[in-house]
T-cell receptor, first 113, second 117 residues
Framework: SAVISQKPSRDICQRGTSLTIQCQVDSQVTMMFWYRQQPGQSLTLIATANQGSEATYESGFVIDKFPISRPNLTFSTLTVSNMSPEDSSIYLC??????????FGSGTRLTVV | AQKITQTQPGMFVQEKEAVTLDCTYDTSDQSYGLFWYKQPSSGEMIFLIYQGSYDEQNATEGRYSLNFQKARKSANLVISASQLGDSAMYFCAMRERGTSGTYKYIFGTGTRLKVLA
């Protein structure tokens, strides 16, 4: 299975600022997925990122707030823009095969103050 | 309607005992996949086991087995011989096809398991 390096592992940010999270995969993958896990909650899919095309966002998530880049088949970034305390969450990227378990990055624990 | 239901917010089990974590699901798809993940306090998500909707046998992976009852739409995780390192949050997930045609996961709310020495 793929190995994902996700950075940063955690950060504390001031409200109104933006943070870019990076995920590097050790193999080429078609799709990468970005999830948010709010405190004490389950995972919610933010968007699916395909290489060479715009990301597909789930209901409740918009590109202006969570812009995603996917410049090649091994790398993606998620930016959390104009942050507020409500954005405090764990953000995870993942890749995988449809019929097998997805591999997740180690997560970025974001606290907005 | 909630698609993945985990009714046990927290569970305790004695070390070396077996424990069952419940998961029920709802889907109209004929082809779907069911997964279990473990999330330790460090936050990473660890894949444990997969069950396809057409698989006739229950999936097993070491100490993990999935009790798949299709008619009841349940996919319970059984952990045998619990170890202290099994203490974590456990999520049941279902793969479904989204409106854009892309497969995606739906996660349950999780069960926090505590293994007692």
């Amino acid at each position: 299975s793929a190995v994902i390096s996700q950075k940063p592992s955690r950060d504390i940010c001031q409200r109104g600022t933006s943070l870019t999270i990076q995920c590097q995969v050790d193999s080429q993958v078609t799709m990468m997925f970005w999830y948010r896990q709010q405190p004490g909650q389950s995972l919610t899919l933010i968007a699916t990122a395909n290489q060479g095309s715009e990301a597909t966002y789930e209901s409740g998530f918009v590109i202006d707030k969570f812009p995603i880049s996917r410049p090649n088949l091994t790398f993606s970034t998620l930016t959390v823009s104009n942050m507020s305390p409500e954005d405090s969450s764990i953000y995870l990227c993942s890749v995988g095969e449809v019929n097998y378990g997805y591999t997740f990055g180690s997560g970025t624990r974001l606290t907005v103050v | 309607a909630q698609k993945i239901t985990q009714t046990q917010p927290g569970m305790f089990v004695q070390e070396k005992e077996a424990v069952t974590l419940d998961c029920t699901y709802d889907t109209s798809d004929q082809s779907y996949g069911l997964f279990w993940y473990k999330q330790p306090s460090s936050g990473e998500m660890i894949f444990l086991i997969y069950q396809g909707s057409y698989d006739e046998q229950n999936a097993t992976e070491g100490r993990y087995s999935l009790n798949f009852q299709k008619a009841r739409k349940s996919a319970n995780l059984v952990i045998s011989a619990s170890q202290l390192g099994d203490s974590a949050m456990y999520f049941c997930a279902m793969r479904e096809r989204g409106t854009s045609g892309t497969y995606k996961y739906i996660f349950g709310t999780g069960t926090r398991l505590k293994v007692l020495a």
